[in-house]
């Protein structure tokens, strides 16, 4: 059974810092691509930061500079450090691993973590 468990949601002025973790167990971890994406109320679920099973990295627009994702494959984790944090990033922020292998794609979401910026 796949499970992808977000931890180190919470409220926080603007200008803070939150770090998430995404705790992967049911998978091989190491041959996933990772990833957080974000859902504000009222928006579409959008991409924030992926990195692949080979470390390369990716970021949208809006956070670039901000947030920094990272894995650890010995300990089936990936965590998202988020610095400089605004209102327009308050969202449930969700991980996300998926893999594509001999025409399949594997495809799985935690349950959602909510990051609340505000004073």
């Known amino acids: 059974q796949v499970q992808l468990v977000e931890s180190g949601g919470g409220l926080v002025q603007p200008g803070g810092s939150l770090r998430l973790s995404c705790a992967a167990s049911g998978i091989s971890f190491s041959t996933y691509a990772m990833g957080w994406y974000r859902q504000a109320p009222g928006k579409q679920r959008e991409l924030v930061a992926t990195i692949t099973a080979a470390s390369w990295k990716n970021y949208a627009d809006s956070v670039k500079g901000r947030f920094t994702i990272s894995r650890d494959n010995g300990k089936n984790t990936m965590t998202l450090q988020m610095n400089s944090l605004k209102p327009e990033d308050t969202a449930v922020y969700y991980c996300?691993?998926?893999?594509?292998?001999?025409?399949?794609?594997?495809?799985?979401w935690g349950q959602g973590t909510q990051v609340t910026v505000s004073s």
């Open positions: 996300n691993a998926h893999r594509l292998s001999l025409g399949n794609d594997f495809n799985y």
